[in-house]
């Protein structure tokens, strides 16, 4: 059964550094979603992107975040500047046809954070 | 008031009980539900998926969606050991944008 993919499992940084999580799509999705959880707490959406553009965003996707999907096939999440309090788990999702009987959004693992 | 209110239990039941998991909204232009089963430290799993109102079965699991009370249920049947999970609801409305529940921790004892 096709799956999303996310490297790295794990990542640990320094507070200021720059991270980039990374996320492969199931290939014929077109859709892509980022999502955290601050450990102990819901599942967030951070930013939604379509044909190469964000769609849509929450208000925690600030300056310091950005996305692009630089090649086709990776999809990633870049935090600029990062700051004690983004670290969570990061999850990526992809959905096929939007509105399409059956269809949503299929998540990967998820990416830890630590920042220190 | 949240947009998206669910129980986070725990919710413990022996084997073989049925289970009832549920979620209230404020959102009426919400179309979208869905379940999804996180185990710990792990990615949301999709489990049912339903527009509008109405029911879903699917093997041991039934989704429920009353949008005019706004209410959404999850009922497992024959519960299993497996089955112990946190357990959250999601849904959205013609945007991208879907909103989660605080999700219901469910332990099913051997």
């Known amino acids: 059964e096709p799956e999303v993919t996310q490297t790295p499992s794990h990542q640990v940084t320094q507070m200021g550094q720059e991270v980039i999580l990374r996320c492969v799509p199931i290939?014929?999705?077109?859709?892509f979603y980022w999502y955290r959880q601050i450990l102990g707490q819901k599942v967030e959406f951070l930013v939604s992107?379509?044909?190469?553009?964000?769609?849509?965003k929450s208000e925690i996707f600030d300056d310091q975040f950005s996305v692009e999907r630089p090649d086709g096939s990776n999809f990633t999440l870049k935090i600029r500047s990062t700051k004690l309090e983004d670290s969570a788990m990061y999850f990526c999702?992809?959905?096929?046809?939007?509105?399409?009987?059956?269809?949503?959004?299929?998540f990967g693992p998820g990416t830890r954070l630590l920042v220190l | 008031q949240k947009e998206v209110e669910q129980d986070p239990g725990p919710l413990s039941v022996p084997e073989g009980a049925i289970v009832s998991l549920n979620c209230t909204y404020s959102?009426?232009?919400?179309?979208?539900f869905m379940w999804y089963r996180q185990y710990s430290r792990k990615g949301p799993e999709l489990l049912m998926y339903?527009?509008?109102?109405g029911n879903k079965e699917d093997g041991r699991f039934t989704a429920q969606v009353d949008k005019s009370s706004k209410y959404i249920s999850l009922f497992i049947r024959d519960s299993q050991p497996s089955d112990s999970a946190t357990y959250l609801c999601?849904?959205?409305?013609?945007?991208?944008?879907?909103?989660f529940g605080a999700g219901t921790r469910l332990f099913v004892k051997a």
């Open positions: 999601a849904m959205r409305g013609g945007g991208f944008k879907t909103i």
């Open positions: 959102n009426s232009a919400f179309q979208y």
């Open positions: 339903t527009y509008s109102s």
């Open positions: 992107f379509y044909n190469n553009e964000i769609s849509e």
């Open positions: 290939s014929n999705h077109l859709y």
């Open positions: 999702a992809t959905e096929g046809a939007r509105g399409a009987v059956g269809e949503t959004q299929y």
